[in-house]
């Protein structure tokens, strides 16, 4: 009977907990809140659905232009993926279900603030989507392919009216194509991801000390020399500026400055404010030449990027390299500056005139803000939510990323209770909070490739996008994982890999088509947290190990912990013991079927001994089930050592944390001693 059940588990484990959070939450549903991301401002639910079949059409009515058609057609792509209908491109206004309608255009050139707003009521026979300018209705459509659901009698929505605006303007994702460069199939598809979630800004970062990767037809050395020959020509950004556009996305360019510049001095060493130009990661602010340089730079760069924003980072400055150079501290003497922080003031204060100069409103990381920064720079904190707060009180705009570090291997759950407007703001006045703009998810691509960025990045960042688009009364954790949950799945149909690649990369490193047993291990292993993951295995290396392919936060160890902590309460049904033991067993043998395929790859020949401690956290777990079922006593001594191994075993290993020592270790800490 064991292995019976073991062996049913062994061909769904890997899909248990999206299956038990989906039809759970379709049962849910029947209630509130609706099963999509981000939540709606305002919803009423009526009763019935409205069915889809192939006579499904939309029409439009009032103002008109080719970014509608396209929406319109794009909306209608990704419904067919879902359902396996083909529809209609075309259809008679008369004859349509679905019409939507907008009073007028949007901006030429989409800009912060802008309307977004949506109406979208939907009866059993009818659809009505209206906004006041094409934004509201690329929003609107997402909404209402998220509502689609397949039942017994068909592919439906729910009867609801929905009313829904955001939250805050500025909801953004950074892809940071400076430490990697970053194809632009894997721009494209994350940028259709950022629609389905409603994220309207593209921050995208181009250069870094690794290499720049952005074409400039006047210092044309800059990606001659550093880019390896992997960089965007000026018609690619042009494209992709077009395709955000399309989607209701800003693209706002960053080039880092004064510091991260190594990569420009390949081409242009006299940039340099080191004393040698290949070691230098700093540029020297003493030469009035750089500045010369950096206005036809940023003159060129401001034509390329209709945006009204310019993001010149300036964090994690160097100042050693100017306070040890003699030309540069003649320079200082001189001009009465006192060290190399009040040196990089200067320079930033002659940057955001030249960007002013270009029309541009000046973006800068934490480190730009300074008493007499002009309060038309915005800074986007990296910090901490108080130096947004600060930001706010000096007079300037910001925009958060603290606690958005899709790279640091957090939890959906952290990222989703980090909020701009948290603790740290109480103390703002009601204007000083309209300055919060919102945020920005991070993807910093130091350890992370275009391989792998999906995984990274989704589904987590849908509940970012719910934290800036939402109320900030939408806060409960478990109905957000159960929604992350199928709007995981349905993103795929959007083009992000973030559920595909782990596998690719498992048979990859196994050379095994099907590795079921590595699959098994993987479902339950995560990559260390927060910076421990570079102390760890430096950066720049071949991301193509275990830690590089799983997800950032495993399901299944997260649904497991749960039960545990159920258990333990004393409020776990007879499903929770019946699935906590099946995964157990299932732990316990896999190893013996993984051990020797292990030994076949050098990427796998280090993961023996983490699937030897999943094998014995797995017969400890079980032991404490048991104890804990039947109300044994366990012997302190044999205790003692349970935990001791269980907090070794929860330590990384191979670059993986294993998640269910933990939950295991609160297992036995449950249970009764001698």
């Known amino acids: 009977m064991a292995n019976a059940r073991v062996t049913r588990f062994l061909c769904c484990s890997l899909l248990a907990v999206s299956t038990l959070n989906l039809s759970g939450y379709l049962f849910a549903q029947e209630k509130s809140p609706l099963a999509v991301m981000p939540e709606p401002a305002h919803a009423t639910r009526g009763e019935g659905d409205f069915f889809i079949d192939g006579n499904f059409g939309v029409a439009m009515k009032g103002y008109d232009e080719p970014r509608l058609v396209r929406a319109q057609q794009r909306f209608l792509d990704i419904l067919s993926k879902e359902t396996g209908i083909p529809f209609k491109r075309e259809v008679v206004a008369s004859q349509s279900h679905f ?13 912060l603030g802008e309307d977004e707003s949506y109406h979208l009521a939907i009866s059993t026979t009818d659809v009505e989507l209206k906004a006041p300018n094409p934004l509201g209705l690329l929003r609107g459509l997402q909404t209402f392919l998220q509502l689609v659901r397949i039942n017994e009698k068909g592919f439906s929505v729910p009867v609801v009216t929905i009313d829904d605006a955001p939250r805050f303007p500025w909801r953004g994702l950074l892809i940071d194509s400076g430490h990697r460069f970053v194809p632009i199939a894997a721009v494209k598809r994350n940028l259709d991801a950022m629609e389905a979630v409603k994220l309207n800004v593209f921050h995208w970062r181009f250069a870094d000390d690794q290499g720049f990767h952005i074409e400039s037809k006047k210092f044309p050395l800059l990606q001659e020399k550093a880019s390896s020959g992997l960089y965007y020509s000026q018609d690619e950004v ?31 060493p006299g940039l340099s404010g080191g004393k040698d130009p290949s070691q230098s990661s700093a540029m020297d602010p003493s030469r009035e030449s750089t500045f010369k340089f ?17 993001h010149t980072g300036g964090d994690e400055c ?30 930033t204060a002659r940057i955001q005139k030249i960007v002013a100069a270009h029309k541009k409103i000046m973006e800068g990381w934490d480190e730009v803000l300074q008493p007499d920064t002009p309060k038309d720079v915005v800074i986007q904190s990296w910090r901490g939510p108080s130096s ?17 570090y899709l790279d640091l291997n957090q939890s959906a759950s952290e990222h989703y209770q980090v909020d701009p407007l948290g603790d740290s703001s109480a103390a703002l006045t009601p204007e000083q909070k309209n300055r919060v703009l919102g945020g920005e998810a991070t993807m910093w691509t130091d350890i992370v490739s275009a391989d792998n960025m999906d995984n990274r990045i989704w589904p987590r960042t849908a509940a970012i996008a719910e934290r800036l688009w939402s109320s900030e009364q939408t806060k409960d954790i478990d109905s957000m994982y159960q929604r992350l949950a199928i709007v995981s799945q349905k993103l795929e149909y959007f083009g992000p890999r973030h559920r595909l690649i782990t596998d690719e990369m498992l048979e990859r490193m196994s050379g095994d088509p099907n590795p079921e047993a590595l699959k098994i291990l993987a479902a339950v292993v995560q990559p260390p947290r927060m910076y421990e993951r570079q102390q760890l295995r430096s950066d720049f290396t071949v991301l193509n190990r275990l830690d590089d392919a799983v997800s950032p936060e495993s399901d299944i160890a997260r649904e497991f912990d749960g039960i545990a902590q159920r258990i333990i309460s004393g409020t776990a049904t007879a499903h929770d013991w019946q699935q906590a033991r099946a995964w157990l067993e299932l732990w316990r043998d896999n190893d013996a079927k993984l051990q020797p395929l292990l030994k076949r790859s050098f990427l796998t020949q280090d993961l023996a001994p983490v699937s030897n401690n999943l094998r014995y956290v797995a017969e400890i ?43 295991v270790e609160r297992l036995v800490q449950a249970s009764k001693t001698q």
């Open 99 to 111: 019409t939507i309608q907008t009073a007028g255009p949007s901006a030429a050139v989409q800009h």
């Open 238 to 268: 042009r494209e992709i500026v077009e395709y955000a556009r399309d989607r209701g996305i800003r693209v706002v360019p960053e080039f880092d400055m004064p510091c991260h510049t190594k990569s420009w001095f390949q081409g242009y």
């Open 294 to 310: 950096l206005e036809g730079f940023i003159e060129e760069m401001s034509e390329l990027f209709p945006d009204s924003y310019f």
């Open 318 to 347: 160097d100042m050693r390299e100017w306070e040890t150079n003699p030309r540069i501290q003649e320079y200082m003497q001189a001009h009465s500056i006192k060290d190399g922080a009040a040196l990089q003031v200067r320079f």
């Open 388 to 404: 947004l707060a600060r930001a706010a009180q000096n007079g300037n705009r910001g925009v958060l990323s603290s606690g958005y």
């Open 621 to 663: 777990g079980l032991q404490a089930l048991d104890d804990l079922q039947e109300h044994h006593s366990l012997n302190v001594d044999l205790r003692k050592r349970y935990i001791e191994f269980l907090k070794t075993a929860a330590k990384p290993q191979a670059v993986l944390l294993l998640m269910p020592a933990s939950s």
